[in-house]
């Protein structure tokens, strides 16, 4: 049993490069494959797809499937000894499953696509400018955040907003501050964490600061973000392919 397993997703995973590569998921297929997963997968995987120990479907963490046809596989003819059922779908209700998966559990819909990982990077390091502020490691300038595990962290649609629309996709927590402080500095930089008495930030010369909120004078958040829209400067394959890249992007 298991060995068939493993020699069918070998098989399966010698095409998936190419398969990957230049993958839409529409907002149709996103929002009925909701529809599908609610009413006969959420009883078991739950209603973040976490629910069953060592995967994740909405964080793309599986323990064999790679590719979308393998998700397509696993759907169609179970994993009876695991207690997973085989299912009898259409292809265009499988192809919904998989957009609907493939989205973090989006319920918005967003359409997008998940292009070639390899050109993405080459965009990320060219055209596209990224690592101007993006550092691999670490926090680089204007503070930009480290995107290394950018792709366990957001899910697709998030991070395409923030290449578009980086003033909505701005978490509050992270939004720009300039705080003056009663002996009549001021400081600006990013909001890294904040609770009851203090708040943590970091300024545009990278330093930490942590400073108590009795010794504050004014607070003031950023709307705008330091991340500058890339809409209409990337060609819609070089967004895929910048996608495909992020998304790939899981930390070690
Ligand atoms: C009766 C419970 C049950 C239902 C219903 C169910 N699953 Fe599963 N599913 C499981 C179990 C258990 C596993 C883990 C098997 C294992 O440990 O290898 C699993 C594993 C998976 C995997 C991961 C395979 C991997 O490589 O990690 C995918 C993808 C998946 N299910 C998708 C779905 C989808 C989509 C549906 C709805 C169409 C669904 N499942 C319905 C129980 C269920
Ligand atoms: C001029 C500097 C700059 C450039 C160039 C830049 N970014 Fe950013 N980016 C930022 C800053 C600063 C943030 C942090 C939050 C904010 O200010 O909105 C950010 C945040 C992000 C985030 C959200 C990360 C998270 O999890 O919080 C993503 C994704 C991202 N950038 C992707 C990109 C991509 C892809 C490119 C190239 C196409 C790019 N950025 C180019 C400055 C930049």
Known sequence: MLCGGLAVLAAVSGRAIAQVEDHGYSAADIQA????????????????????????????????????????ATVSSGIVSAGMPAFRFQPAE????????????????????????????????????CTACHAPQGEGRFNAPSLSAVGAARQPVEIQRYILEPNKAMLPLNRP???????????KGRRLNEDSYSVQLRDETLRLHSIAKADIKSYELGKTSNMPSYAGKLSDTELADLLGYLTSLKGS
């Open 94 to 129: 499988l192809n919904s499953i998989v957009a609907f998966i493939r989205s973090g559990f989006d319920t918005s819909g967003t359409p997008f696509k998940l292009g070639d990982a390899a050109r993405g990077k080459a965009v990320f390091e060219g055209k596209g400018g």
């Open 177 to 187: 501050v300039s705080i003056t402080l009663k002996d009549g500095r001021t400081l």
């Open 33 to 72: 494959g909701f529809k599908i997963y609610s009413a006969q997968c959420q009883l078991c995987h739950g209603p973040n797809g976490d629910q069953i120990a060592g995967i994740n479907l909405s964080r793309q963490r599986f323990k064999r499937v790679v590719s979308d046809d393998d998700i397509k």
